[in-house]
């Protein structure tokens, strides 16, 4: 069952607005077995809309399209498609009383524009939206469907978990079976060293790989068919990876670096606290991201300026004098400091000059120092990092946790 996803609109392609629904829908996707085939971002534009459904229908059996189907002037998509699929508009009487209803309850006035949402192609399945008040318009073309959609993600995600994903299962006869292998602390390149042998094997065995790098974070997808000798195969195989991989890796499937070392700190019983400088909060804004880390995660402190690192954190000021707040000497402090101050069991401290300004011939922008660790024992590194302050940033924060999950590994036959 192949799928091409269109995202419609001008916000996507000038830069205010990222597509995040063709992400999103691509994840879903391929959860059930279903494969992408193909991906356009477009402008409201209506010659280019017919364009690009010609072009979807021609290769794939399915096509999902999000984006303009509101009330405004730039909201193309319905009238496009009542052309495209040669039928009239009309109003829909269900989703015109809802309207109404959802006005009247408000308080709010409502007007012609707002009405003009009810407006639908004749031919179309209208499928109720309960997360807004636009539907989705579902057409069944030559034993070819299409799916229109808001462009509102949480709009998107609620049509597709109600109405097209149960759909499209139904619909899947051969699904594509996938496995996730999840890596940080090394570049795909080295990865691929390691499994150059085991690569060729799987492509003999009609096994895809794909390398998914992130900010020091690459997973690895295996995908083939879903039958049982397939998904055996890639499930052996896969251990010969892991093994070669070694500390490199760290999971298999949809967990993510944060959550697994909150699943780590959890098991261990350890709180987790946190001194930042460069990164500005960016490692515990991380870390709250998962639901529950109030079990392990006691706070952390933004030492930006060095009066709190030495006031707060009690970072001696000989060390910000001489050494200078980007070195081992001042995060190994901080992370002394941060541990007691907020009743911790292991912590961690950055220190680094994000850019673009800042940076010297001796600590050039991108220097970050990063200490783990405990009252006892530290793990501390110097990185040279490269692009500009937000990737710095971002890069800082994944090399940070990564250092942290290494360092509980090393310690984890020591009493932490």
């Not at 390398?211 to 052996?236: A, F, M």
């Not at 030495?310 to 980007?326: F, P, R, S, T």
Request: hydrophobic fraction near 40%; aromatic fraction near 8%.
């Amino acid at each position: 069952m192949l799928v091409s996803i269109i995202t419609i609109g001008d916000e996507l392609l000038i830069g205010p607005t990222l597509d995040t629904n063709s992400t999103w829908i691509g994840q879903e996707l391929i959860k059930m077995g279903a494969r992408v085939y193909q991906k356009f971002t477009i402008a409201d534009d209506r010659q280019q809309i017919m364009y690009i459904l010609d072009l979807a229908i021609k290769s794939t059996d399915i096509v999902l399209i999000t984006g303009g189907l509101g009330p405004t002037k730039d909201d193309i998509t319905k009238e496009t498609i009542s052309t495209y699929f040669n039928c009239e508009m009309k109003i829909h009487p269900a989703t015109a009383q809802r309207i109404e209803d959802y006005f009247t309850k408000s308080k709010l006035q409502i007007n012609d524009r707002v009405k003009s949402i009810a407006l639908v192609p004749a031919g179309a399945t209208v499928l109720t939206n309960e997360a807004g008040l636009a539907p989705a318009l579902f057409f069944d073309h030559n034993d070819k469907y299409f799916f229109f959609m808001p462009g509102v993600p949480n709009e998107m995600k609620y049509l597709m978990q109600r109405h097209i994903l149960p759909f499209i299962k139904n619909k899947i006869t051969t699904p594509i079976y996938t496995l996730t292998l999840r890596t940080a602390g090394a570049a795909e390149s080295v990865i691929a060293e390691k499994i150059i042998d085991l690569e060729s094997d799987l492509i003999s065995n009609g096994i895809s790989l794909a390398y998914l790098p992130d900010y020091n974070q690459v997973r690895l997808r295996l995908s083939g068919k879903g039958d049982i000798e397939t998904k055996k195969y890639i499930h052996e195989i896969s251990h010969k990876i892991i093994e070669r991989l070694g500390s490199i890796y760290y999971a298999t499937g949809s967990l993510s670096l944060v959550a697994y070392i909150g699943q780590i700190l959890l098991q261990k019983k350890l709180k987790l606290a946190i001194a930042e400088s460069c990164t500005g909060g960016k490692i515990a804004s991380t870390i709250v991201e998962i639901s529950g880390c109030s079990e392990y995660f006691v706070g952390g402190i933004t030492a930006y300026n060095n009066e709190i690192k030495n006031n707060l954190l009690n970072v001696n000021q000989k060390i910000l004098d001489h050494e200078g707040a980007v070195s081992i000497a001042c995060t190994e402090a901080m992370l002394q400091g941060v541990i007691p101050l907020l009743k911790g069991d292991i912590g961690i401290a950055v220190s680094g000059i994000a850019g673009p300004n800042g940076g010297t011939p001796d600590k050039p922008v991108g220097m970050v120092c990063i200490s783990v660790g405990n009252m006892k024992n530290t793990l501390s590194k110097i990185y040279y990092l490269n692009g500009n302050r937000e990737s710095i940033i971002q890069w800082s924060t994944n090399i940070a946790l990564n250092q942290l999950r290494l360092f509980i590994g090393k310690e984890s036959n020591k009493l932490i």
